[in-house]
């Protein structure tokens, strides 16, 4: 052991991660047991604030509409991967997160008569496919930001216990009768480079996505995938890992998201030629066709020549005939986006846009109370996951819009509550003698480490083969050449360096263990993309280019069983399946 | 005289020249021993590239203790808000084309708060000052059972602006009175609770105006407009403390 000082902390409830769902979870928790929060970073720099276009609730506060109908169309948007039972229960208890939120103070745009307004958004119709219809609750364009706001607002109100810019880095498992059970949190106070055990009862995980695999990404630097990666290292599955989202309209070359909601205003995908193709791909919804269909008609146009600009690399976003008090109004943040970033002005002039990295479907598996599976069936008792890190499933093969912001007040809310609960039950279990040994060790690796490569360097690499490789089409081939890529990054990895050896406020530490989260996942993914040989939601296959209920219509069971620097992953990740749950819904053919 | 017409050249794509920007960056690290001093880096930019392009440039490159603060990088997160120039900014929403780049870069920590680490400062006495604005809705009415409070479009505008504050600190620590008493509220806290002020949905606006009536409060604001000028988010924080400051005179909201 080094020096370094342990902290010993005890709560019944550990929330990992502050934003969207770990704060709804903290929200039900702390009044009803002693909770701490532990973010790597302040509550409000989450990224749930950075969501855009709305929240999913069938109010029908402007036009008739029903759960019903949003279970539907909930299910067919993620391409018939979606647990129907799941989506049943966020569509039905939409309604009432919704409310929760405006009674919480959340500033929804109003309508004539002073209910919550609503807007239209990709995928979302009239009884089953007929038309689109009006479903998402929206404040302006900046909806993630009002609800990160509102629940930080009143977990201040509850003086919610938060560990701000505390790093968790490992999940301590002990066994209980038998059953392995959580025990603990170990984390990084990053302001002092102390080490943090929180002894707890039980453990939430609401630690957000992992599009930081990728180059060009809607998602923060600090989406690295902290929290499936620990989860995936203690040997816990992960579930439809290979489907990852592609929001059609990231800035061209950066990645920053324009909201679908432009769409949902009125805004029109158009080629080079200025012809508006979502017609000929969707007639009936268009533009608002769901983001997986409308990412690779994107992409599509690019390849056959459509694309605008002077390397034809990307399409346009036309907001022009919304008229600058559209923009203004309902628009402002993501008009000020173009102009700041592009230098374009959205009320004159169309917007160049690509598909960016945006949403992980997959990711820890639950139930429907938020609590972890280590297989198809059995949970971990005390241990849950709400949010983008957690796969439930309700987006199956492809989120529709503003479900990921529902997703994390149902089910934060959700784990909350069972969290608290099961600890007016549950014993502290035991820890180890020296439960931060693995991360103290860890840590001391990387500051002792003296080879010559940089992190910046292998993430960089990781980030550029993901982009070219595992993006919105992908063959066998591509895949393979990732996967060989990833390995030789990982031998790349174990001769790394950091600059910085103090304990203060380390972020080149830091990164350096991010980016070991981001090679696991960026491996497993890839792994699980390989061995599903079907085209479905956002995983397309171009050697497979139909959907194949027959073989696939399971999710992805992915185990790390052995030791993740063996070159080949089938040595140390073995892949299952798991049955989709449906419930009346038969899989159809998804046109839209 | 020739006659050659020059043949109009089909729009050849121009790619974007880099060039070698200095930039100034205050170092600080409190285990060292040595006290805050400029460090020069020159770093290699595209004229699109923001601040925290070339902060990451310089740390994934050159020195990778260089430490700061970021996350979403496009201004909604909050995370990097610091001194750039002599003024307060987001560093992911500074585009290098928009300052004057005839002269070197200067990038410091914002000031006020205490200096943790190179362009890291201690956010807790910032959020310290929100959270004593009681920023949260305090409605004493039910609301009708399973439905939403009903609020006019117009009472819903009424608070609009200031809703928009991602607590980045560049309000607050661009205000001279903030410098020279950590105590003052400052305009963030400020900003928080007038969105709550202002909220018809709200019944304790009064409770906030006492706290904001104390010798600490609205009234050592100065007017002199830097708040307003460094929020990355647009918000008219000098109007909003206008605001407030005549519903304390007032009496009521």
Redesign the interface.
Known sequence: MTETNVHHHQFDVVIVGAGGAGMRAAIEAAPKANTAVITKLYPTRSHTGAAQGGMAAALANVEEDNWEWHTFDTIKGGDYLVDQDAAEILAKEAIDAVIDLENMGLPFNRTPEGKIDQRRFGGHTRDHGKAPVRRACYAADRTGHMILQTLFQNCVRLGVNFFNEYYALDLIMSEVDGTQVPAGIVALELATGEIHVFHAKAITFATGGFGKIYKTTSNAHTLTGDGVGIVWRKKLPLEDIEFFQFHPTGLAGLGILLTEGARGEGAILRNASGERFMERYAPTIKDLAPRDIVARCMVQEVREGRGAGPYQDYVLLDCTHLGAEVLETKLPDITEFARTYLGIDPVVEPVPVMPTAHYAMGGIPTNNNAEVLSDNDTIVPGLYAAGECACVSVHGANRLGTNSLLDINVFGKRSGNNAAEYVKTAEFPPLPEHPEKFVVDMLQSFRDATGTESVAAIRKALQETMDANAQVFRTDETLAQVSKDIHGLRQRFANVSIHDKGKRFNTDLLEAVELGFLLDIAEVVVYAARNRKESRGGHMREDFPNRDDENYLKHTMAYLTGDPHSPDPADHIKLDWKPVVIQGYQPMERKY | MSNDVIEATP????APQAFTVTLNIRRY???SGEEAHWQAFDVDVFP?DRILDALHKI???Q???L?????????????DAMRINGRNRLAC?T?LKDLDLAQPIYVEAIKGLPL???L?V??EPF?AS??EV????Q?HSV?PK????????A??AR??DT?????CAACTSSCPVFWTDGQYFGPAAIVNAHR?IF?S??DEAKVRLDILNDKEGVWRCRTTFNCTEACPR?IQITAAIAEVKQAIIRGHR
């Open positions: 729009e050849a794509p121009v690290d409190p285990d699109t740390k994934w490159e020195d990778g203790s430490t700061f603060r970021r996350s979403c990088a496009h201004g909604v997160c909050g995370s929403k585009l943790e680490k190179d890291v201690d956010m959020f929100y959270r009681q920023p949260f809705l409605a609301p399973d439905k939403e409070r009903i609020q006019s479009v009472d819903r608070f609009d809703t928009k504050c991602i607590l709550f909220d949905r709200d647009g």
